[in-house]
């Protein structure tokens, strides 16, 4: 069997960066920091990705995107595209955890602890993720490029294809700082 032709990308932080895999072999990866704009610019980039490597859309198995956890509005639109994608491709989508790709990219023996507002990072532990501040962690895992980042996503996925999976959905450790207005909604005047 053929290792697979598998698409991966990650929003889910400052940056929006992706990575064509074919197996455990990268054939490109790339990372932009931005703070805001990846939606704008996710589409392109990832035309970018296929046409430098002289591939289609239709030459995908798999996709692969980031699912956090991370900023809350960028994990929506990796999540979004990503599932957009694969529905207009006919392919399967993988979400893959932010834990799950660092821990590929970790030595043995480190913690996996993700960036997070205010100087506090999040860690799995007792089987779930939580948020802890960033220097409690003492051996914590160097923090990936989000080439790296995107490279692993990518190659998670190729490890598990063709195993059928549900829908990416977002991975989120803490509820969101927007909250609904707590003021009465304006009377509508007729």
Request: proline share 10%.
């Amino acid at each position: 069997m053929t290792a697979p032709l598998i698409l991966g990308f990650d929003t889910s932080a400052a940056h929006c960066a992706a990575a064509l895999v074919r197996g455990d072999m990268v054939l490109v990866a790339v990372g932009e920091k931005m703070a805001r704009g990846q939606a704008e610019r996710l589409m392109g980039l990832l035309e970018e990705v296929l046409n430098g490597q002289g591939v289609t859309w239709a030459d995908l198995d798999a996709l692969a995107v980031g699912t956090g956890p991370g900023n809350f509005t960028g994990i929506r639109i990796g999540v979004s595209a990503a599932r957009g994608l694969a529905l207009g491709l006919g392919c399967p989508a993988y979400g893959v955890t932010g834990f799950e790709a660092r821990t590929r990219l970790a030595p043995d023996g480190t913690t996996v602890a993700i960036p997070a507002p205010r100087d506090m990072v999040y860690v799995t532990g007792s089987g779930k993720a939580q948020l802890q501040p960033a220097v409690e962690i003492s051996n914590s895992a160097p923090h990936p490029t989000p080439a790296e980042l995107a490279t692993a996503i990518a190659q998670y996925a190729a490890s598990v294809w063709p195993t059928e999976v549900p829908s990416p959905a977002p991975f989120y450790v803490r509820p969101p700082d927007a909250a609904p207005a707590r003021d009465a909604p304006p009377q509508i005047l007729s």
